[in-house]
C-alpha cells in the first residue's frame, strides 16, 4: 500500500476547496492529536477533559491544513505535531486557573532563583531563597508546594512558548531540529539533578504518574513531592537560559 501523501492531498485541497477532501485529511489524523494531548494530560488534567482538548487540537489541526505550505520541503506530520502543541499549550495557559498570588511568588521566586545563581555561581539552596526573598524557610517550601500547578505549566512552555514564538512554516524545518535539540539538553539537566529530583521529573512529566502517587512511591508527603518539583523546574528552567545564551 503506497504511503499517505499529505502534500499532494492538501495541494489538491487548495485548488478544489472541498471540504470532504479537507475532513479525509483531518481522520487520517486525529491519531496524532489524540496522542499529542494524551502526552500532555499533566498539564491540564486538573482544568479541562482530554475531550475538550483533544477538540482544541483539532481546531488547531484544520488550521495547519489551510497554513500549510507543501512546496517548503517540510512534512505535514512535523508542522501539524508542532501547531497542535502549541495550541494546546496556549489553550491552557489563558485558562487564568493560576490565582495571583501563585502568579507572583512564582516570578519572584524565579527572579531571586537566577539572582541568586549569578551572585553565587551556583543553584542555590532552600534557605538561601528564603532569606533573599525575606520570608521564612517553612513559608517558602509551603509557597513552593502551593505553586507546582504553575510551574508545572512552565515546564512545557520550556518547549512550546517563549522559545517557539510564531515563525512561519518555512522555518519549521530549522523549529523541528531546535525542538529536538531542547529534548536532549532538558533531558541531560534531568540527569544532574539530585536522585529524589530526577526521580520526581522523571514519575511526573515521562510516567504521568501525580503527585500524591509519586508521593506513596518515595515514602515522603505530597506537599514535599510539591517542593522537589518546583525546585527542579527551577533547575531546569536555568539550564535552558545557559543554552540559550550559548
Known amino acids: 500500500m503506497a ?13 478544489t476547496h472541498d471540504i470532504n477532501l479537507r475532513n479525509d485529511i483531518v481522520m487520517r489524523y486525529l491519531e496524532l492529536v489524540r496522542v499529542i494531548a494524551l502526552s500532555l494530560r499533566n498539564v491540564y488534567i486538573k482544568y479541562a477533559g482530554t475531550d475538550d482538548i483533544i477538540n482544541e487540537g483539532v481546531i488547531a489541526l484544520i488550521s495547519a491544513i489551510d ?25 491552557v ?3 487564568d486557573w493560576i490565582p495571583r498570588n501563585v502568579r507572583n511568588f512564582g516570578r519572584e521566586l524565579d527572579v531571586a532563583y537566577n539572582e541568586l545563581f549569578n551572585k553565587l ?8 531563597l528564603a532569606e533573599h526573598l525575606g520570608i521564612s524557610r517553612e513559608k517558602l517550601e509551603k509557597q513552593m508546594a502551593e505553586s507546582a500547578g504553575a510551574v508545572t505549566l512552565s515546564f512545557e512552555e520550556l518547549l512550546y512558548e517563549d522559545n517557539f514564538d510564531v515563525m512561519e512554516s518555512g522555518d519549521l524545518a530549522d523549529k523541528a531540529l531546535y525542538e529536538n535539540e531542547l529534548r536532549q539538553m532538558i533531558a541531560k539537566a534531568i540527569e544532574e539533578l539530585s536522585p529524589k529530583a530526577r526521580q520526581v521529573i522523571t514519575l511526573y512529566y515521562y510516567e504521568k504518574i501525580k503527585f500524591g502517587e509519586i508521593a506513596k512511591v518515595l515514602g515522603i508527603t505530597e506537599s514535599r513531592v510539591c517542593q522537589i518539583h518546583s525546585k ?11 543554552y540559550m545564551e550559548k
Open 67 to 91: 497554513s500549510f505550505d507543501p512546496d517548503r520541503g517540510v512534512k505535514f506530520e512535523t508542522y501539524a505535531n508542532i501547531k497542535v502543541k502549541g495550541a494546546i499549550v496556549d489553550f
Open 3 to 15: 504511503e499517505y501523501d499529505a502534500a499532494a492531498a492538501i495541494r489538491e485541497y487548495r485548488e
Open 93 to 95: 495557559r489563558k485558562q
Open 232 to 242: 527542579a523546574v527551577l533547575y531546569l528552567k536555568r539550564a535552558l537560559s545557559e
Open 121 to 128: 555561581g551556583r543553584h542555590p539552596k532552600n534557605a538561601e
